[in-house]
């Protein structure tokens, strides 16, 4: 009764006696062993990087706020500058415009008072030659010539005052 079965058990187990006396199995469980440490180093390695990723994507986040926040402030900075500048510039303009205003106020007042000036001297003269004029006629004589110059001399500086 030594059937196929038979031997196929004798044979393994003769199989399995050489691989034990030749440390098979001592080679094949260090084996798996190591494979397991490099497995797990590999593993502690990646959560590792892992960690370190998600360390370095925080402090991304962190510094891009920060930027956010810079941004803003140099922006609204800019723009407090800008309606400094802009207020500071009307202001300049409505002190040229009233400097230039006073400017032309004083000059038609200058003109006014150099026009009346000039009116009245005008009157003036006008006046002292009609007056010459006139006393010419009924006046006749040196005397007469005295009294009309004194007179028209006297005119003549009353309207011009």
Do not use: P
Request: charged share 30%.
């Amino acid at each position: 009764m030594l059937t196929a079965e038979f031997w196929v058990l004798v044979a393994f187990l003769a199989f399995m006696a050489i691989v034990w006396r030749v440390g098979g199995f001592t080679m094949m469980t260090s084996g798996l062993d190591s494979r397991a440490k490099r497995v797990r180093h590999e593993l502690d390695e990646a959560r590792r990087l892992r960690e370190e990723a998600a360390a370095v994507l925080d402090d991304y986040k962190r510094r891009r706020a920060q930027a956010e926040k810079d941004a803003e402030a140099i922006v609204a900075s800019a723009r407090e500058e800008a309606e400094r500048i802009a207020e500071e510039g009307h202001a300049r303009l409505n002190d040229f415009v009233a400097r230039r205003t006073k400017s032309a106020e004083t000059k038609i007042a200058q003109a006014e008072v150099q026009a009346e000036a000039q009116v009245r001297a005008a009157a003036a003269d006008a006046a002292v030659k009609v007056s010459e004029t006139i006393l010419r006629e009924r006046l006749q004589g040196g005397a007469a010539q005295d009294l009309l110059r004194a007179s028209l001399g006297s005119v003549k500086t009353r309207l011009q005052a």
